[in-house]
């Protein structure tokens, strides 16, 4: 095929091509859809996706439930800036992190320096129905995880407002849907994203 854009011979058009310039490094709370839309993302910009709660249950070889039962969430906590410093150096992608990761001031610095942080801005409502299910949040082993959600959201929310970029999660729309909104709101910014065939 010569460098000339042919539609594909079902009649779909070619996918678009981007360059990604800077790391994006989603965050938000547990529940906001962080490693499922990042996955959808780097899928659609050809782009390395990385995920820093997997990079440390990796390096630890337990779970991030089993790292907070046996060493506590300061040492979690440790590690995660360890770990997401690293990621940010190695090569652009599309990280992941900890719903706890953008608290720290030495995590927003270090994405700030090498990245762009983009919130998925998702209401209590939408969380609580994605993780009331779930066992693998170490945080919600409380006696009252609803209530504990809610407390954990209204102290984070004005920290991830800190994030360079947002994007509303809505309940009615697909993974697919969702990551096209990022991508949209990426290309806002022609430092982060480009686009090579517009």
């Not at 009649?11 to 839309?37: C, H, S």
């Not at 990079?55 to 360890?82: C, H, M, Q, W, Y």
């Not at 959600?149 to 800190?162: E, I, Q, T």
Request: proline share 5%; hydrophobic share 45%.
């Amino acid at each position: 095929m010569s460098g000339i854009k042919h539609s594909m011979t079902n009649g779909e058009e070619t996918p678009p091509r981007y360059r990604l310039k800077k790391t994006v490094a989603l965050v938000g709370m547990m529940g906001a859809g962080k490693t499922a839309v990042g996955r959808a993302v780097s899928a659609k910009l050809g782009a390395p996706f990385l995920d820093s709660d997997a990079e440390i249950e990796a390096a630890a070889n337990l779970s991030v439930p089993e790292i907070f039962t046996r060493d506590g969430e300061p040492f979690f906590r440790k590690r995660e800036t360890e770990v997401i410093a690293r990621l940010l150096a190695e090569e652009r992608c599309i990280l992941s992190t900890g719903g706890g990761a953008f608290l720290a001031e030495v995590n927003r610095d270090n994405i700030a320096a090498y990245g762009v942080a983009l919130w998925l801005d998702a209401d209590l409502d939408l969380l609580w129905n994605r993780v009331r299910y779930k066992d693998s949040r170490p945080l919600l082993r409380t006696a009252d995880p609803k209530a504990t959600l809610a407390a954990l959201y209204r102290d984070r929310v004005p920290l991830y407002r800190l994030a360079d970029l947002s994007v509303r999660c809505d309940p009615r729309l697909s993974i697919d849907a969702m990551a096209n909104r990022v991508i949209d709101k990426l290309l806002t910014r022609p430092d982060v994203l480009e686009r090579l065939d517009a």
